[in-house]
């Protein structure tokens, strides 16, 4: 599995942003799919994961209510559309696949495949 991550960029608090994740290399709907971030100074985190067809969807505490994740099998691509963004958002975003199994956790060491990091910068 492939993923590119992309949609990245400096905006201002309370500006909305949506981040694409292509994937390619094995049928997109057979695997759980994910977003984590890692703060400067801090680890990566878990942000948002989504199930292989789409169906359920869990949320970090911190983002629940203004971010939402979704899939588009028909484009192979996962997006994370974030709204109401605050200055503690900002952060390189990970895109990142678990080719094992369709159900979707939030477990980063589940994620066997990760895409290149996007940064996402919010002012303040």
């Known amino acids: 599995v492939q993923l590119q991550a992309s949609g990245g960029g400096l905006v201002q608090a309370g500006d909305s942003l949506r981040l694409s994740c292509a994937a390619s290399?094995?049928?997109?709907?057979?695997?759980?799919m994910g977003w984590f971030r890692r703060a400067p100074g801090k680890g990566r985190e878990f942000v948002a994961s989504?199930?292989?067809?789409?169906?359920?969807?869990y949320y970090a505490d911190s983002v629940k209510g203004r971010f939402t994740i979704s899939r588009d099998s028909a484009k192979s691509t996962v997006y994370l559309r974030m709204n109401s963004l605050k200055p503690e958002d900002t952060a390189v975003y990970y895109c990142?696949?678990?080719?094992?199994?369709?159900?979707?956790?939030?477990?980063?060491?589940?994620?066997?495949?990760w895409g290149q990091g996007t940064q996402v910068t919010v002012s303040s």
């Open positions: 990142a696949a678990d080719s094992k199994t369709w159900v979707a956790t939030i477990r980063l060491s589940e994620y066997d495949y």
């Open positions: 290399g094995r049928t997109f709907s057979s695997y759980a």
């Open positions: 989504i199930s292989g067809n789409g169906g359920n969807t």
